[in-house]
């Protein structure tokens, strides 16, 4: 399972974002590595179809599907409202990806 967060730089909601993650790994007895990649200029948000800060990827596609395909160096918030997937969320999609390995 490849599982990527994309965060700007002094982004205050990457580092709890990461930590969901790793919770929910463990809480599910799952094992994977979670690559970080700072995003640092717009160039880089849109050849990585960035919609922003933090955004978490599993074996590539978004947690949440971003519905208007913007892009940039901002901060993004969910569904739930917050900075961060839910914990639902994130289960639901590490989930179906343990399924398609």
């Known amino acids: 399972m ?4 994309l965060y700007l730089p002094g982004c205050p909601n990457y580092l709890p ?3 969901r993650v790793q919770k929910l790994l463990v809480s599910e007895s799952l094992s994977a590595d979670i690559e970080r990649v700072p995003i640092n200029s ?3 948000a849109a050849a990585l179809q960035f919609p ?3 955004t978490i990827r599993i074996n590539g596609t978004d ?3 971003n519905r ?6 901002a901060c993004r918030l969910y569904a739930n409202s917050s900075a961060v ?3 639902e969320m994130l289960r ?3 989930s179906r990806a343990k399924q398609e390995e």
């Open 63 to 65: 947690v949440e599907p």
């Open 17 to 19: 974002a990461v930590e």
């Open 52 to 54: 922003g800060s933090p």
């Open 85 to 87: 997937p839910s914990e």
């Open 92 to 94: 639901l999609v590490l």
């Open 68 to 73: 208007t395909n913007v892009t940039g160096l």
């Open 2 to 5: 490849k599982i990527q967060v």
């Open 42 to 44: 717009d160039a880089e």
